[in-house]
């Protein structure tokens, strides 16, 4: 038994013919006989009662004409529900964002999937790139904002902006009005850093490998004690301009530009390999490139966009 079968022996309880059923189905009426014999040689029980009038349903005829139209409807409501969410995509989406973009990016991200698709059920975890990639090829996140594109295997993603990283100082410290520092001068300070494997612990030591720097720096993988140590005056940290953007707003960090070199990472949005919802997962990484675009476009976000990826442009993810 199959569901072309079921379909054929609906339409012919419904015609109450042969000849009506299959013009409606568009197939010899032979074929169509054939198949309800075929039916009924399975079953083991008579269907249909053939008379002058046309046919009527046997009592195992109606019970199996009652089932054979639920089943056909839960398929087209299958079919349904497949569809819409081709065009209305839904569920759950995990979405990771890196502690120094979490605070800037979260609000502006969720009112924008609350507009754009209000199907989809957002959950928003915050952590360090490392551990954001970690859970990302893991499955536990199904998109995530990370650094450092070259640590991207097999995944689809889509780089978005090269964003420079800067020396962050108390309001009283001398660096504070000094208009730029070098990378060299940089470390002649007391300087916290997120702790190794931290993707911008791993960028500022490549940077200063290159320059025969050697880098001294205390480990700190949480962003408000980072900001603590700063503004105490303990520390100097090196971070993107965006995660002390209300620090400084306050007036209680100033962002000093770093020269020769100028230290810094390339973004990008990641769709995990394993997620479980793609369709979802795809229309948030489209919605999270197009609120990022839309934030370095305005300044709200100090970062330099790919030519590509100006807002509405930034498409789905591709592959590596």
């Not at 489209?286 to 100006?310: F, H, N, P, Q, Y």
Request: hydrophobic share 45%.
């Amino acid at each position: 038994m199959d569901l072309r079968q079921l379909k054929y022996f609906v339409q012919i309880t419904e015609s109450g013919n042969f000849s009506r059923a299959a013009e409606m189905l568009r197939i010899a009426q032979p074929s169509l006989s054939q198949q309800v014999k075929n039916l009924e040689e399975e079953l083991g029980v008579e269907l249909l009662l053939r008379h002058a009038r046309g046919v009527t349903p046997t009592e195992m005829g109606q019970q199996l004409y009652d089932h054979a139209r639920r089943i056909l409807e839960e398929v087209e409501r299958v079919k349904d529900v497949v569809r819409s969410q081709s065009v209305n995509p839904s569920g759950r989406v995990a979405v990771g964002l890196p502690t120094s973009a979490c605070r800037g990016l979260s609000i502006p991200l969720i009112t924008a999937m609350a507009e754009r698709q209000p199907k989809i059920t957002l959950r928003v975890v915050e952590a360090m790139t490392g551990y954001l990639d970690e859970f990302l090829q893991m499955g536990r996140l199904d998109v995530a904002l990370l650094y450092d594109r070259r640590a991207f295997e097999n995944v689809a993603w889509t780089e978005m902006m090269v964003e420079e990283l800067m020396l962050f100082v108390p309001p009283g410290h001398p660096l504070a009005s000094s208009g730029g520092v070098t990378l060299r001068g940089v470390f002649e300070h007391p300087i916290v850093l997120p702790g190794a494997p931290n993707v911008l612990r791993t960028v500022i030591e490549r940077f200063a490998a290159r320059h025969d720097i050697k880098p001294v720096a205390m480990d700190c993988d949480s962003l408000p004690a980072i900001a603590q140590l700063v503004q105490q005056g303990r520390a100097l940290a090196v971070m993107p301009h965006f995660a002390f953007v209300e620090e400084m707003r306050r007036g209680e960090m100033v962002a000093v530009p770093i020269l020769d070199p100028t230290p810094s990472w390339r973004l990008s949005v990641v769709v995990s390999p394993r997620t479980m919802n793609p369709r979802g997962s795809d229309a948030v990484a489209k919605v999270m490139a197009d609120v990022i675009a839309g934030m370095v476009e305005t300044g709200a976000w100090r970062a330099r966009l790919r030519a590509d990826k100006s807002r509405g442009e930034a498409g789905r993810a591709v592959p590596r």
